[in-house]
């Protein structure tokens, strides 16, 4: 089966600009989730989709935002973007809604966004 | 507020030796705790995980992880460490008090097994 296909794989933006990024979860996976992995800070919870709906945010402002198609891609766009929005975006999705307990993600190979 | 702990940033082990790469967490309930591995530009792929049961997890790869409830630690082992096993790891959790099932994720622990 495919995996969870993210585009752009490199995205290079100056400041102010908005960036765009897309993810296309494996096939049968309703939810969608977006990770910022920063260098040193680990991976920090952006965005929960699932069914179309935003269901979880994480401590971010609301200049990051994202939608889920009726397909169940996603878009996460980042607006005014700033230098340390400069990280490695993953998208990684799974078959049930909110838990991994019975479904772990399955994760992309991330978009490397850079602001200059 | 729950969290997932990382102590060591990198972790350098022989090939043939034993690895252990150390997690420990703090969460409200039950704990539900996770192993992922993340090869350069790759996004992570998941190696095993802890619902409930017996306190050691086998995974993929020969990965195995104990979950020691008195110490809040679940950490990652294998016996004879690869060459190829070099990469980077990330312990994530979540408790089932927490309301949220959203993983939390420590910073990562970088594994280099040296020839």
């Known amino acids: 089966e495919a995996g969870v296909t993210q585009s752009p794989t490199h995205l290079i933006k100056t400041r102010g600009q908005q960036a765009t990024l897309r993810c296309s979860p494996i096939s049968g996976h309703t939810s969608v989730y977006w990770y910022q992995q920063a260098l040193g800070l680990g991976l920090q919870f952006l965005l929960w989709y699932d069914e179309g709906e935003e269901r979880n945010r994480g401590n971010f402002p609301p200049r990051f935002s994202g939608r889920q198609f009726p397909n169940y891609s996603s878009e996460l766009n980042v607006n005014a973007l700033e230098l340390e929005d400069s990280a490695l975006y993953l998208c990684a999705s799974s078959l049930e809604a909110g838990t991994p307990i019975n479904s772990p993600l399955h994760f992309g190979n991330g978009t490397r966004l850079t602001v200059t | 507020a729950q969290s997932v702990a990382q102590p060591e940033d990198q972790v350098n082990v022989a090939e043939g030796n034993p690895l252990t790469v150390k997690c420990t967490y703090s969460?409200?309930?039950?704990?539900?705790l996770f192993w992922y591995v993340q090869y350069p530009n790759r996004g992570l792929q998941f190696l095993l995980k802890y619902i409930t049961g017996d306190n050691l997890v086998k995974g993929s790869y020969g990965f195995e992880a104990e979950f020691n409830k008195s110490q809040t630690s679940f950490h990652l082992k294998k016996p004879s460490a690869l060459v190829s096993d070099s990469a980077l790891y990330f312990c994530?959790?979540?408790?089932?008090?927490?309301?949220?099932?959203?993983?939390?994720f420590g910073k990562g622990t970088k594994l280099s097994v040296i020839p």
């Open positions: 969460v409200s309930g039950n704990p539900y």
């Open positions: 994530a959790g979540f408790g089932s008090g927490a309301g949220s099932y959203q993983l939390t």
